[in-house]
């Protein structure tokens, strides 16, 4: 076989070990919702707005009805903020469901 | 509104992200000066005649040296009218400071890698029969990304 035809070869080779790494890069599974939140009954409670609410934890009025309806979860930095204007602990603003997970 | 790939920022304040803003039309202004002088030097050497450049790579050259001042320059006004306008400059701080927004751009940002991985998987194995050059070009690319994602993976292992 020619030279070129040689590394073509390795290359096909080389190429097919890195394929493999990269698909082993991919999640298929999806994730369970776990985790909801009370925001909107804490905040229809207070009365506040979603912009009012957006504008003193410091994020845009789409992540907080990202959270509202459980697309997004928040950080726990965010969580921390949400938790402190609504002044309740964080456990009363987010539902953990432990029945899901091993722990 | 400022929106972009690199417009994240971890400003808190008007005054923290106003100094950030600031920073960055620093880095505009160079490459914006950067990229016209290589366009400058470019034509200075085809008009004078002293080394020879085929005209498709002077066009390449040329056009995307304009392309980036131009760029730069548009970006550079917009954050010149940001700095001036206390209301926008929040409403863009707060976007580009939003973790959800943080989330979709890395989001968005492994997957255009993963479809630039498989094009140029693609392009190595099929262009591969026509030109054994494109594989080598290919090859040096995946392995740049490949060594760079290892290197980067040891660095943030130790700072986290």
Redesign the interface.
Known sequence: MSE?GD??IL??S??FI??I??CG??DFRKGRDILQTRIAEFRKKSGVTQEEL??AV???R??II?LESGK?K??L??AHKLAQFFNVTIEEMFVFDKEDENI | MKRGIFCQTTA?TNEEYRKELKKKNGWLIFAMLGAAAIAAVILFVELRGIGEISDYMLGVYCGACTGISIACLILLVKNLLLLNNEEKLKQSR??N?????A?IRSKAMLAAI?VM??CC?VT??IG??YD?YL??IM?FV?YVF?FSYLIADTYYRKKM
């Open positions: 070129n590394m073509f290359a096909f080389d190429f890195s394929a790494f990269y890069g991919f957006a504008d410091s994020v845009t789409q992540t990202s997004y928040a950080s930095v965010l | 808190t707060i976007e400071y939003d973790e959800r927004n989330e993963r991985l498989i998987m190595a194995l591969g029969l054994a594989i080598k090859m995946t490949l």
